[in-house]
């Protein structure tokens, strides 16, 4: 079986502030993008999806690696889609298709979305609601959302690969994650274990708690050249 990486590296990391956006920060080290590079070293092939304008920091993050860097879309989901275009000549059994501002994800999360690979075409995994939810108006509770069920989901989601290339091709856009552009052409997903590791840097605070996670797993201090 041959297996990719799909990372989407393309946004402009706006809620995460900052003078570059947050995939080409460094933390512990290293840049986010390469953090996340890293952690699929182990498959056949990576692809990163970039802003046009990041190429020069693209190519440092993926220096020494086997990566192929193509231009992403106006959203996540036609980033996805560039992505997957780019994958079709390597003839790939299965993508993993990831946020570049997770990278802290742990080995055994991807394992267990190659594992489930196995029995389905897609597999992902997510966390468990386990907070009370409510609904806000107006900075006020104005009702509450059973949480019975409700996961919250995170990458690398995985996917027989033709099976999402056909999907992504006859979606309408805009999906908020590829686990939704699956379901809206039948596919079924089977959801693996998450882990609180597995962050999306999203907002400034959050480089903080994934150096931490970083130097914790990897023995980095921050800082270090390496
Ligand atoms: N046109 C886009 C928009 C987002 N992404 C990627 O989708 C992932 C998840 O999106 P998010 O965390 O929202 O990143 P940004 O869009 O960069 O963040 P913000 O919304 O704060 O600008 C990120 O790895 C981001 O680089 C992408 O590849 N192409
Ligand atoms: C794909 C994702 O990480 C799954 O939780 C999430 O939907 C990305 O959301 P964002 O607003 O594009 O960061």
Do not use: Y
Not at 136 to 150: E, I, P, S, Y
Not at 194 to 199: A, F, T, W, Y
């Amino acid at each position: 079986m041959r297996h990719a990486a799909l990372i989407v590296a393309a946004g402009r990391g706006a809620r995460a502030g900052g003078p570059e956006p947050k995939q080409w920060r460094q933390i512990a080290g290293k840049s986010v993008a390469r953090w996340t590079l890293e952690a699929f070293s182990h498959l056949d092939a990576r692809v990163l999806v970039i802003h046009p304008a990041d190429r020069v920091k693209a190519e440092a993050a993926a220096e020494g690696l086997d990566v192929r860097i193509v231009a992403g879309g106006p959203d996540r989901a036609a980033s996805v889609r560039n992505g997957l275009e780019a994958l079709v000549a390597v003839g790939l059994d299965t993508v993993l298709i990831h946020d570049v501002a997770r990278p802290c994800v742990p080995r055994a999360v991807i394992d267990g979305v190659l594992s489930a690979l196995d029995t389905g075409p897609g597999a992902a995994p997510a966390l468990p609601v386990t907070d009370a939810l409510w609904r806000v108006t107006d900075g006020t509770v104005a009702g509450t959302v059973n949480r019975q069920g409700l996961f919250r989901a995170q990458t690398p989601q995985g996917f027989h690969f033709r099976a999402i290339l056909d999907a992504h091709m006859t979606h309408p856009g805009g999906a908020a994650d590829d686990v939704e552009v699956a379901r809206h052409a039948g596919l079924s997903v089977i959801v693996t274990d998450g882990c609180e590791d597995n962050l999306k840097i999203t907002a400034p605070e959050d480089f903080a708690r994934a150096e931490r996670i970083l130097e914790r797993v990897h023995g980095h201090q921050a800082g270090e050249r390496v």
